[in-house]
């Protein structure tokens, strides 16, 4: 049987990976990553050696996940339910199935018993799509003997080259650890990485067919003649309000002010963070997601930067599956802070006791 070296712990939604890079880099053993979407596992696999698990989480009780990890007590629990259910932006019932997940994520927690868990949602949880839900789980977790924090973050104040919000809950059994006290910022306004940190370092993407020379995700995403033409005219940091009027599509031609969606076919500032990198990035139409420079999309590769994924990170699927993929993550150097910190509150009270 194989020694684990630190303390241990399991993923679930682990998606491409962007928390289990934290959990490497902080010392945390992995031994067991969970996820329904068999594209993101195949990617997982190319990544760690460690077990994984297919399948909807919902499915699966703790003794199967237990059992699945060997069955051996897990200090660590880390997961990022599906968000879609409360976002903002979306558009329908505020009742979604997937929002269901977020208890399951927290009933698994509450049966496993880990010393500390970490769960990363969306904003949404904490508005009026989500709100019930979030005290759901909280009372379910306090009444299982945890200290119960959460945060929103932003993860440019802690290095990552991208303006982007995220609800963190984290909690710690109480008859063994003191409540968890966040990570302060590392950075702030005036010196928050840029995009042209992130990726000012790419030359222009390579077009045609892939070469041994050539990286996968460095490659020119097509775009219309006329989507071109309307980026010509985009400059950095701008949207669909530079356009003039008959260049705009026929649902922009009110403005912003009336119609929201301000980054749309937008162009990234070179010496801002970028927007937050979603699951679409890989088309300016969908938001400020254009080259801060070259009259083009961001590639995979420059997502994958902004997201700050180191470029050894390998990724299997479709051109908007790898997209898909890098913009549900949480971005690694996120999670490591967050789970360097975890860890030493861990070995601090672990140590006292």
């Known amino acids: 049987m194989q020694i684990k070296k630190g303390p241990v712990a399991i993923d679930l939604f682990c998606g491409a990976g962007g928390i289990s890079i934290g959990l490497e880099k902080s010392g945390f053993s992995t031994v067991l990553a969970v996820d329904s979407w068999d594209v993101a596992l195949q990617t997982y696999g190319k990544n760690f ?68 868990f970490l769960m990363e949602n969306v904003p949404g949880l904490l508005g009026s799509r989500g709100l019930h839900i979030f005290k759901q789980i909280v009372k379910m977790l306090v009444s299982a003997g945890y200290y119960v924090e959460h945060r929103v973050l932003n993860a440019a104040d802690f290095g990552v080259p991208q303006i982007r919000r995220r609800v963190f809950v984290i909690g710690s059994r109480h008859d063994m650890f003191p409540a968890f006290s966040f990570p302060k910022p590392t950075h702030g306004p005036d010196s928050y990485k840029t995009v042209r940190s992130a990726i000012g370092d790419l030359g222009s993407p390579w077009v045609g067919r892939l070469s041994g020379t050539n990286d996968p995700l460095h490659r020119r995403i097509s775009m219309s003649d006329l989507n071109r033409r309307r980026l010509e005219l ?91 993929q ?25 140590v006292a006791a």
């Open 49 to 116: 050696a460690h077990p994984t698990l297919l399948g909807d989480v919902s499915k699966f009780s703790a003794a199967d996940i237990r059992a699945k990890a060997g069955d051996i007590d897990i200090d660590f629990v880390v997961g990022g339910p599906p968000c879609q259910g409360f976002s903002i932006q979306r558009i329908g019932q505020d009742v979604d199935p997937r929002n269901d997940l977020v208890l399951k994520f927290g009933q698994i927690v509450a049966d496993l018993r880990p010393k500390i």
């Open 234 to 324: 985009i400059p950095p940091g701008g949207g669909f309000e530079d356009l003039p009027l008959e260049l705009r599509v026929d649902c922009h031609r009110n403005g912003a002010a009336k119609i929201g969606h301000r980054a749309v076919y937008g162009r990234l500032a070179p010496g801002q963070p970028a927007a937050t990198i979603t699951a679409r990035f890989d088309s300016f139409t969908r938001g400020r997601f254009a080259h801060p420079w070259e009259h083009r999309n961001i590639t995979l590769r420059e997502g994958a930067r902004l997201q700050t994924f180191p470029d050894k990170h390998l990724f299997a699927g479709t051109q908007e599956e790898i997209a898909a």
């Open 326 to 350: 890098i913009g549900n993550a949480v971005p690694p150097l996120l999670a490591s802070v967050l789970c360097t910190a975890i860890a030493s509150h861990f070995i601090k009270w672990q």
